[in-house]
């Protein structure tokens, strides 16, 4: 694990070639949704993302490959489907959730600068 000094708005606003899991977009509304986000800003964020973003779906060897991680991490369903997608391709999973601080590969970002 290693900690970015960037914000998402930074690495979302770059160049780099970005995929982001169909589960990610659920997470990101929900919390939007949570903290009474307008619909505007909500819509306004996905469409971002999903302009931004390669969008990638689930499929059966991911959801083996969640299951296993899920149960030897200790994490979420949800968050190991979204890990293994990211590992499924061989990408770097950046995030600001430090659920994911022990995992491979896995960069957190400060969150203190998403909304």
Known sequence: MKLLDKSASEIIESDSLLSTSILTLFEVKKKLLKENISKSK????????????????????????????????????????????????????????????NLDNVEIIDNRNIN
């Open 42 to 101: 909500i819509d306004s964020v996905i469409s971002l993302i999903n302009e931004r973003s390669l969008i990638l779906g689930v499929n059966e060897e991911i959801v083996n490959s969640a299951a296993e991680i899920s149960f030897e991490q200790n994490l979420s369903s949800l968050d190991s489907l979204i890990y293994a997608s990211a590992m499924q391709i061989k990408a770097k999973f950046i995030t600001a959730d430090n659920d994911f601080r």
